[in-house]
C-alpha cells in the first residue's frame, strides 16, 4: 500500500470515535499497511538543529505515538523525524474515556487524553528492539505521573533511561491535562528541575540534547524568564507549542466547548506569534520547534521564517493521512525556491524582526 492509498482509505475511520480510529490507525502502521515515501528527499530540506543532522525539517509531534509503537512505520513515511510519548515513569490509565474530540469543522481537535501511556520499562525496551541505524532522528518526550510525581526526581530519572536510545529528550511541562504540570514553567521550579537533570546528565557516557515544550499560552512577561532559565540551564531548544485552552470565537464544532487542549489550525497564529517572540528574546541561544496548526507547507515555511529550525505536526497529519509527509516535503522545496532559500537554514527567523 502506498501513502496516497492510505490516505484515500481514511474516512472509513471517520465513523468510528476519535480515540478508536487512532488506535486502529497506529495499529496499520505498525502493521506497515501505510506504505512509505519511497522518494528521496531535496537536498534543500536537509538541516542541522541541536547538533543533529536531519534530512528534513518536518517532524511528528508527541502524543501520536505515545507509546513508540510504530517509529520505523512513521519514518519511512517520509518524516524527518519522530517524537514519542508522552512518557511517565509508571504506566497510568489517563482521564475516562470519551477524551479525544474532532472537530472537524474548525480543523482541529481537543484532547484530554492524561498521559495514557505504558510506563518507561515497556517504552524504553521498544526503542532498545528498534533497528539501527534509523532513516530518520528520534526524539523522546518525557512527563511526570498525575499521582506521586516527584519532578525533580522523575524527569532526571526518565532522561537517564532514555539517553543511551534517543537523539534528543523533551521535557514535557505544558500539558494541560495533568493537573498542576504547567506550574512547572514557572522560572524557580524549572530551573530546579532542569538543574536535576543537567546533575544527572553530567554523569552519562550518552548526553543527548536537552528540549522544553511550553505551552501557547504563557503570558509574555514569564517568556523572558523561561528563556534565560533554560539558557542558563544548558537546555539546547524549546518545542513552541503545546495545546491551548483558549477557544477562538470562531469555533464552529459542537465539541467546541469540551475540556482539554485545543491543537490544529486554530492554534496556528497563536503558535507563530509565540514562535517569533521566542526567536527575538533567544537571540540564537537556543534552537525552536515550531508546532501548531502545520497542515501545509505555506504553514510549514511561516514558522521557518519566523524563528523554527524544524516544524512538527500532528493534527493535520491525523487529517490528511500519511500522503500530507510526501506531499508536503515536495511543496516546501518549491517554496523555499520560490523564496530563494538555498537550505532551510537561510529561511529561519527571517520574519522575525530584532524585537
Known sequence: MTPKLASALMPLLRGLDAETAHELALRALAAGLAGRDAAPDDPRLATTAFGLSF??????????????????????????HVEAGTVTPRPQPGNPRPRLF??????AVINRMGFNNQGIEAYRARLAALPRPLPAVIGANIGVNKEGAEPERDYPALYGAIAPLADYVTVNISSPNTPGLRD?????????????????????PRQPPVLVKIAPDLAEDALGPLV??????????LIIGNTTLARPA?????HRSEAGGLSGAPLRDRSTALL??????ARGRLTLVGVGGVA????ALAKLRAGASLVQLYTGFA???PALIPRLKAELSTLLQRDGFARVADAVGVDAGHG
Open 55 to 80: 534530512r528534513n525539517p518536518i517532524g511528528l509531534a508527541a502524543g501520536f505515538d505515545k507509546d513508540a509503537t510504530a517509529i520505523p512505520a512513521l519514518m519511512r513515511l517520509g518524516f524527518g
Open 228 to 237: 534565560e532559565t533554560c539558557v542558563a540551564q544548558g537546555v539546547a531548544g
Open 319 to 321: 487529517y490528511a493521512g
Open 184 to 204: 512547572l514553567q514557572g522560572e524557580a521550579r524549572l530551573a530546579g528541575i532542569l538543574g536535576a537533570i543537567a546533575a544527572a546528565r553530567a554523569g552519562l
Open 296 to 299: 501545509s507547507a505555506a504553514d
Open 102 to 107: 474532532r472537530l472537524a469543522e474548525d480543523a
Open 250 to 254: 470562531s469555533l464552529r464544532s459542537p
Open 276 to 281: 517569533r517572540h521566542c526567536f527575538r528574546l
